[in-house]
């Protein structure tokens, strides 16, 4: 395989989970300078894939109002990234999905080409971006031909990432120069910092 095109990838926003450490809020919804931290990542993403499923269990008229499908986890009780990854490659018609989750909005501008271009170079199943530290395993370029092994793996009751990702072949997407573009907003002070850092002259 010598190129992986756009129109060969469905993005998957990661908007499903119950935001725990923001008091229950959907971090989807939450504002970063007035603008909800959702529609950063659409405008981040739209430009690198075909096409765009979002992955939510709440709030789904809200994330339909942007024209995209939306999709609640196919298991119930909000199990996590994996479930989320399960719904959109079983949405998806396209060989590929990439996933994000809705609360980074510093999205990297060419993190589908990169994440892209390792899996190629590796003949891997499935690529993760690497900020140079460690491992970001929601940011990931992923083969759905794996969506028989994802829904094996979560009917045996697992749930990590990590543990799913070990059984494939990976390529590790070297992000260390743009570190930054993985922060996400996980609780009331992320969104300060964040709000303070990037938006306050």
Not at 47 to 59: C, E, F, S
Not at 144 to 171: F, N
Not at 180 to 196: A, K, M, V, W
């Amino acid at each position: 395989m010598s190129a992986i095109e756009k129109e060969q990838i469905t993005a998957v926003i990661l908007a499903g989970g119950m935001g725990r450490r923001m008091g229950g809020q959907d971090k989807g919804q939450l504002q970063l300078q007035g603008q909800p931290l959702i529609e950063y990542v659409l405008n981040a993403i739209s430009p690198q894939v075909k096409t765009i499923l979002i992955n939510a269990n709440r709030h789904q008229e809200d994330y339909a109002s942007y024209g995209y499908p939306v999709l609640a986890d196919s298991l119930e009780g909000y199990q996590g990234p994996l479930a989320g990854f399960a719904a959109g490659m079983q949405a998806a018609i396209t060989p590929y999905i990439v996933t994000v989750p809705c609360d980074g909005p510093l999205l990297a501008s060419d993190l589908v080409k990169r994440l892209c271009s390792s899996l190629i170079a590796d003949d891997a199943d499935i690529a993760v971006a690497h900020d140079g530290n460690r491992m970001q395993p929601v940011y990931a370029l992923i083969s759905t031909s794996l969506l028989p092994s994802l829904e094996l793996y979560l009917k045996a009751g697992h749930r990590k990432i990590d543990q799913w990702y070990a059984d494939h072949v990976i390529a590790l997407a070297d992000f260390s120069d743009v570190p930054d573009t993985f922060r996400n907003i996980n609780t009331p002070e992320d969104r300060s910092r964040l709000q303070q850092e990037r938006f306050t002259a």
